[in-house]
């Protein structure tokens, strides 16, 4: 049994293996079992003994559909730096945005435009997270990450959302709206002790930002973020131990 499949690049797919899902109602699915198909004569498919769905059996699986779901859909914004089956990670270049903040203290009701550093954003499920790189170029697996310079941002990297209002269309197709929702929020409270490495922290660094001290970003401010690099970022998200 075969299935012509078409995309950008039509080939022809063998049927090789059927996955059996077993549960106690209609509705769930509590095991799985993988199964190898062969040719039972006159072209008709014959499903062989199975064995049990491992993890790492399913993420296989799951990240093979995801990468020819991937090529069949045509191709991504240059930003996406990886695209799996549960996350989407993407670049924003260094440049100047008006930001907002809200605070009780320090900076106070504000707003105004400010150079800002390259990020790395990363959607995973229910989970937003921003990083800061200090390199110009298209990151890579290698490329450092630091901590994300903002208030509402914990340590790990995680957004604060509050009440803003999340993109519900597919990730990878609306990176710029999510970005877009991040900056206009109101930054009102530093989420850790480890913002930005500048005297006075965060507020007094981002009152000088406001007042126009700097032409683009300072890079010298930014910390070590817990996430060394991308490549771990992504890991991670897949579902590995970095």
Not at 97 to 111: L, M, N, Q, S, Y
Not at 117 to 123: G, N, R
Request: proline letters at 6%; a positive charge.
């Amino acid at each position: 049994m075969s299935l012509d499949v078409v995309d950008t690049s039509a080939h022809t797919a063998q049927l090789q293996q059927a996955i059996l899902l077993y549960g106690m109602k209609s509705a769930s699915v509590e095991y799985a079992t993988l199964h190898r198909v062969s040719d039972g004569g006159q072209g008709q498919p014959m499903i062989g003994a199975g064995v049990p769905m491992t993890r790492d059996t399913l993420l296989m699986i799951a990240r093979s559909l995801a990468a020819s779901s991937r090529r069949s859909q045509g191709i991504l914004p240059p930003n996406i730096l990886s695209l799996g089956v549960n996350h989407t990670v993407w670049y924003v270049p260094p440049h100047e945005r008006t930001v907002f903040f809200d605070c009780k203290e320090g900076v106070g009701k504000r707003a105004g435009k400010t150079p800002h550093p390259a990020l790395i954003f990363a959607v995973c499920r229910n989970e937003w997270s921003v990083f800061a790189i200090k390199t110009r170029q298209r990151p890579t697996a290698a490329t450092k990450l630091y901590n994300a310079p903002y208030m509402n941002v914990w340590k790990e990297g995680g957004i604060c959302t509050g009440s803003t209002p999340l993109p519900n269309e597919s990730v990878a197709e609306t990176v710029d709206q999510w970005v877009q929702a991040f900056f206009d929020s109101n930054f009102s409270h530093p989420n850790h002790d480890k913002v930005v490495r500048y005297e006075g922290g965060c507020h007094a660094f981002w009152k000088d930002a406001l007042d126009g001290k700097y032409r683009k970003f300072p890079n010298a401010v930014l910390t070590n973020s817990a996430t060394k690099t991308l490549g771990d970022l992504v890991m991670r998200l897949e579902g590995g131990k970095a």
